[in-house]
């Protein structure tokens, strides 16, 4: 079974572009698969939360109530940062490098991360880039 961490954006992607990651990662992966989330992603929401502009706010706000809702569920586990003194980008960049996928949009983060990765398309599906 592999690993997919959700990065923050990915998560904002949510309410931003009305998508329903979780359902688009199902379509686009064949294979079995468990989501994740790191706990500096819900630190970062929670920044955002309370630091950024309205609309910013609300996009956060969202994203931690599905993702309280799907942690409830199961659908969605909480990982550990390796290194908690890193950013949650370079602990992303280290799952990566251990053959964990990581959905992303970005762009920076992206060309750190070891392939594949998956990442938000049109702003309508999720892709799996090889």
Do not use: W
Not at 73 to 101: C, F, H, M, R, Y
Not at 108 to 128: D, E, F, G, W
């Amino acid at each position: 079974m592999k690993k997919i961490i959700l990065d923050t954006n990915a998560l904002m992607a949510v309410a931003e572009f009305n998508l329903d990651v979780f359902t688009e990662v199902g379509y686009c992966c064949d294979f079995t698969y468990q989501l994740y989330v790191l706990k500096s992603t819900i630190t970062e929401l929670e920044k955002i939360k309370v630091e950024q502009k309205l609309k910013y706010k609300l996009y956060a706000k969202l994203a931690l109530s599905i993702l309280t809702q799907k942690m409830g569920s199961k659908e969605v586990k909480l990982l550990a940062d390796q290194k908690p003194e890193l950013s949650t980008d370079d602990n992303l960049i280290l799952e990566s490098k251990q053959g964990v996928l990581v959905l992303t949009q970005d762009i920076a983060l992206k060309r750190k991360l070891t392939r594949p990765y998956l990442t938000i398309r049109q702003k309508k599906k999720v892709v799996v880039m090889m």
